[in-house]
């Protein structure tokens, strides 16, 4: 039987954080920080708009859909037409 050579890739450390495990957790720390709910968005990208509403985890009183805008966590969501997914925090 020939020896095969081990794979020299190395595990990666763990799968990134769900998107409403770390947005929950940086809307917390924005609002500790004295930032208002309605001065936040969420620039999300399809895929973890998609996370969110399929996540098992999260309680139907945290998301709604209501007059055709997504919130989390009382933050509106805006999806698409961004790389990555982040927290905006409006300077008023």
Do not use: N
Not at 12 to 31: C, D, L, Q, T, Y
Not at 35 to 61: C, F, M, N, Q, Y
């Amino acid at each position: 039987m020939p020896a095969y050579p081990k794979s020299t890739e190395k595990p990666s450390a763990r799968p990134p954080m769900p998107p409403g495990e770390r947005f929950r957790m940086e809307i917390e720390k924005a609002v500790q920080d004295g930032a208002d709910l309605e001065g936040l968005v969420l620039r999300l990208t399809l895929g973890d708009v998609s996370r969110l509403k399929r996540d098992p985890t999260i309680s139907t009183a945290d998301i709604s859909f209501s007059g055709g805008e997504m919130r989390y966590l009382g933050v509106k969501v805006a999806s698409g037409d961004t790389q990555a997914s982040s927290l905006v925090i409006s300077q008023s």
